[in-house]
């Protein structure tokens, strides 16, 4: 079983589109982040979120939209794409008893292109 | 702020030879520590962390890390590494008090050679 699951795991698409990235985890946590990586492999945190509720969001534009449905689930919705949104999104999880020295479980990635 | 310095983008190995990768830190008060390592087209998986305790942290595929508390540093370290250690290992940071994010460091690649 995957522990932390995001689909599409590819997503190309044309600029100006609108498109979804979906994260689910089964292990029962609390909190749950996206994380983007760039083409030089920087990680960016971009949102958190506790118990469906929405405790970080950093500097990330409007048209960048998550959506917690319930605590297992983290989606990820980006309107009117550019270019510079291309690169690899992370979804990851963390229980509740290590909120602050807890790992973070990670999904395998999505990769969206724009084009 | 927190902020995490991996000084080398990429590190050489000899598979046999002990491996380190550098990593220093900086927090208010006192740290919590990681590293994760990333495989080609994968997920970030943890490897070990510090949080009080013994300052050589041992953790997952026979890596270690080692505390220093007056270098703010945590690297990371191997005695005999392997070609199937070569991937990119992250370090990252968050402070022991408070609620806050991890901060990961840019990240390192490990190239080990047959």
């Known amino acids: 079983d995957t522990a932390v699951s995001q689909t599409p795991k590819y997503l190309v698409t044309q600029m100006g589109n609108d498109k979804s990235i979906k994260c689910e985890q089964n292990l029962g946590h609390d909190t749950m982040y996206w994380y983007k990586q760039d083409s030089k492999k920087f990680l960016k945190i971009m949102f958190s979120?506790?118990?469906?509720?929405?405790?970080i969001n950093e500097t990330v534009p409007n048209r960048f939209s998550p959506k917690s449905p319930d605590k297992a689930h983290l989606n990820l919705h980006i309107n009117s794409l550019e270019l510079g949104d291309s690169a690899v999104y992370f979804c990851?999880?963390?229980?509740?008893?290590?909120?602050?020295?807890?790992?973070?479980?990670f999904g395998e990635g999505s990769r969206l292109t724009v084009l | 702020a927190q902020s995490v310095a991996q000084p080398e983008d990429q590190v050489n190995v000899a598979e046999g030879n002990p491996l380190t990768v550098k990593c220093t830190y900086s927090v208010s008060g006192n740290p919590y520590l990681f590293w994760y390592v990333q495989y080609p087209n994968r997920g970030l998986q943890f490897l070990l962390k510090?949080?009080?305790?013994?300052?050589l942290v041992k953790g997952s595929y026979g890596f270690e890390a080692e505390f220093n508390k007056s270098q703010t540093s945590f690297h990371l370290k191997k005695p005999s590494a392997l070609v199937s250690d070569s991937a990119l290992y992250f370090c990252a940071v968050r402070p022991l008090s408070g609620y806050s994010t991890l901060t990961f460091g840019k990240g390192t690649m490990l190239l080990v050679s047959p």
């Open positions: 990851a999880s963390q229980g509740r008893g290590n909120a602050n020295t807890g790992e973070l479980f």
């Open positions: 510090y949080i009080t305790g013994d300052n």
């Open positions: 979120y506790n118990n469906k509720e929405l405790i």
